[in-house]
């Protein structure tokens, strides 16, 4: 069989620290594969005035699977004023290239796991009934509408006559009738039922395929009640095919301040795209934050994977890479995974449980320094040696 290939998208910043670095693990870790390098981040937009150039499209519809760093992104007059002056003035509008990928192959579900490692120092630790602390173990994965919602970029500053007509039908909008059209600015929230039923059904799939014992909708359905409320009618229809699954019911607000109380009832989450992106972001924060936080983007035909952290500019040009790569690696994981190399996954996920669970090596942020050149010298670990410690445990 020939080797399976795999597109290597290191992006910007420290995206081109991390990625080498879970390419060095998988290797270490036995995985036959090639990796193709493909462009994408602000060195082609400032050059190409395209930060997603249609070579990687191409790479990626072809070969299917993808690696991604992370890439800079700035504001539109920003970007603009960093355009190659032989570019500028010839239509050129700077868009995020992750957001783009993830619409042009409608990788709509997005899988973001939030486990504890034991030993963690950045763990969540909570005051028990006594006044002890206690150290819940926190396994929670958040599938993400990924491509909808409030995120779908269906959005208006004083929108189109027609547009405020048709809202004006709306009862509701009574309320806003006294208000001059210029002064309105609109985002709306579009649920579709493919795709919320997708998400929904992946979401079941995960828990039944792991053995997760509950499926929270974790939304807004007494308010939002055609969006959030399309959501849970669906979870509800769906969860009759997995009688072994409960189905529970949460609001975004009151889950984020449930999640200091009881984070370790929590299995599978699922939630549109603004919600996800906030639960998610809550959940990691009580396992170790950016280091540590993976994600999946899945589409019906392609699939990347990618941490959650961005380029993290200030620390990408440090002589020793001082960043941690962990959140990288288990992103390499959630791929090995989709591909069902759960083995090889199991195995260097026990070998990062096993660094993290021995203390010896840690970097800058799990022994909450400020990041910083001289972290190395001051007992961190660099990237590299984590990585290190890492393949040693394999
Ligand atoms: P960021 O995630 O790049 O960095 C925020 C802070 O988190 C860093 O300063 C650092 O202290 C810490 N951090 C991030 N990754 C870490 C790691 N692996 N190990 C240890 N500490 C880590 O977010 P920021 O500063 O808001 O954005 C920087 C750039 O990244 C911007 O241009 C932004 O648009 C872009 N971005 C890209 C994303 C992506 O490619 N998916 C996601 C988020 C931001
Ligand atoms: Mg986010």
Known sequence: ?????????PGDGIGQTVLPE?????????????YIHADIGWEFWCTQGNPLP??????LAEHKLGLFGAITSKPRTEAAAELDPALRDKGYVYYS?????RQHFNLDVSIRPCQTFAGNPLNFVRRGADGGMDEPAVDAVIFRQNTEGLYGGVEWT????????ALMTHPKMKNFADVPKEDLAISTR?????A??????????????????????????NVLRETSGMMLALAKDVQREYPDIDLWNTNIDAQMMWLTKNPENYGVIVAGNM???IISDGFAGLVGGLGFACSANIGADVAVFEPTHGSAPKYADYPTPIVNPIAMVLSACMMLDHIGETAIAERIRAAVAAVVAEGKVRTYDMMKMRGAPDVVEKGAASTMQMTDAIIAKL
């Open 1 to 9: 069989m020939s080797k399976r290939k795999i597109v290597s998208m």
């Open 22 to 34: 879970a390419i060095r693990v998988l290797d270490a870790a036995g995985f036959d594969a090639e």
């Open 54 to 59: 249609q070579r990687t499209l191409d790479l």
């Open 97 to 101: 290239p992750i957001v783009a990928m």
């Open 158 to 165: 004083n929108p189109p006559q027609q547009v405020y007509d």
């Open 190 to 194: 579009i649920f579709t039922r493919p």
């Open 196 to 221: 919320t039923e997708r998400i929904v059904r992946q979401a079941f799939e995960y828990a039944k395929k792991f053995g997760y014992k509950s499926v929270t909708v974790c939304e807004k359905p």
């Open 275 to 277: 919600f996800g992106d």
